[in-house]
C-alpha cells in the first residue's frame, strides 16, 4: 500500500512538475524563451510515452498520441477562465479540458478504453483544478515573481491530477 502511494505521488508530480514547465516556467529555468508551442510537447511527449504504456499502444501509434496531445494544448485554455476563476467559470474550462483528452483518448481508446477514460477525466478536472489554486496564495518553488504564484500553482495541480488519474488505474 506504501509502495502504490509513494508510485502514485511520484508519478503525479512528474505530470505536475511538466505541465508546469509547458506553462513557461521552462524559459526561467533556461534563461530564455524557448517558444511557447515547443514548451508544449514537454507535456506532451512524457505524457503520451506514459499514457501510451498503460494502454499498450503499437510503437507507431506513440507520435500520433503525442501529436494529438500537442495539438490539444495549441488552443489554449485561459480564455475559458479569466484571471481570478469564479467557480461558475470552471465548468467552461472543464469542458475544453474534457474536450483535449477526448481527442487524446480518440487514439487510445481501442487499445484501453480505460486508458481514455483516463484521460478524458484527467481533463475534466482541470477547472476545479485551476479553481483551487487559484486560491493558493503560497510562494512556487523556483518562482521569481509574486505575481505568477497562482498560476504556477494551478498549472502544477492541473498536471498533478492529470498524471495522477492515469497513474492510478496503473497498479
Given at each position: ?52 504504456l498503460l494502454a499498450g499502444l503499437p510503437w507507431f501509434m506513440f507520435p500520433v498520441l503525442a501529436g494529438v496531445l500537442w495539438l490539444g494544448l495549441v488552443f ?18 472543464s469542458a475544453v479540458c474534457a474536450l483535449r483528452g477526448a481527442l487524446a483518448a480518440s487514439v ?64
Amino acid at each position: 500500500m506504501l509502495t502504490y502511494l509513494i508510485s502514485l505521488l511520484t508519478l503525479s508530480f512528474i505530470g505536475g512538475v511538466l505541465y508546469r514547465l509547458r506553462g513557461g516556467h521552462i524559459n526561467e529555468i533556461v534563461g530564455g524563451p524557448i517558444g511557447t508551442q515547443n514548451a508544449r510537447l514537454i507535456y506532451a511527449i512524457p505524457t503520451a510515452l506514459f499514457a501510451g504504456l498503460l494502454a499498450g499502444l503499437p510503437w507507431f501509434m506513440f507520435p500520433v498520441l503525442a501529436g494529438v496531445l500537442w495539438l490539444g494544448l495549441v488552443f489554449g485554455h485561459a480564455k475559458w477562465m479569466m484571471f481570478g476563476p469564479q467557480p461558475q467559470q470552471t465548468l467552461g474550462m472543464s469542458a475544453v479540458c474534457a474536450l483535449r483528452g477526448a481527442l487524446a483518448a480518440s487514439v487510445v481508446v481501442y487499445w484501453s478504453p480505460l486508458v481514455a477514460g483516463a484521460l478524458i477525466v484527467g481533463g475534466a478536472l482541470a477547472g476545479p483544478v485551476y479553481y483551487l489554486g487559484w486560491r493558493l496564495n503560497i510562494k512556487f518553488p523556483f518562482t521569481k515573481n509574486p505575481s505568477d504564484y497562482k498560476i504556477s500553482w494551478c498549472e502544477f495541480l492541473t498536471g498533478f491530477v492529470a498524471w495522477g488519474v492515469l497513474a492510478s488505474i496503473w497498479f
